[in-house]
């Protein structure tokens, strides 16, 4: 599975941005994850969903702001980002896990493919 992450861009505070990250193959069942990393700051968990087996999660930063989505016609998972703050400014990466526990979601040393990041930058 290969994963691409896209759609990031400059907005201001108080925006919405939605990024997308398209997969290779088919990760209908797969645990599908956002993680961001500032400048100078370690990888922060985002959300991360898993629809087949009924979960969705949300880091409490991001938690009634952020949501994440799929198309499984179009093998992409979406973050949707709404009231944008300047601390959200980061790389986005989407990550995906064939098969992980919601336990064990927020860790991103748990997935196993990762896209290579698109920054979003809010500006104050």
């Known amino acids: 599975v290969q994963l691409q992450a896209f759609g990031g861009g400059l907005v201001q505070a108080g925006d919405s941005l939605r990024v997308s990250c398209a997969a290779s193959?088919?990760?209908?069942?797969?645990?599908m994850a956002w993680f961001r990393q500032a400048p100078g700051k370690e990888r922060e968990f985002v959300a991360a969903?898993?629809?087949?087996?009924?979960?969705?999660i949300y880091g409490v930063s991001v938690k009634g702001r952020f949501a994440i989505s799929r198309d499984n016609a179009k093998n992409t998972v979406y973050l949707q980002m709404d009231n944008l703050k300047p601390e959200d400014t980061a790389i986005y990466y989407c990550?995906?896990?064939?098969?992980?526990?919601?336990?064990?979601?927020?860790?991103?040393?748990?997935?196993?493919?990762w896209g290579q990041g698109t920054q979003v930058t809010v500006s104050s």
């Open positions: 990550a995906a896990h064939p098969g992980l526990l919601r336990s064990r979601a927020t860790d991103g040393k748990e997935y196993v493919y």
């Open positions: 193959g088919r990760v209908i069942n797969y645990a």
């Open positions: 969903a898993r629809w087949s087996s009924g979960w969705t």
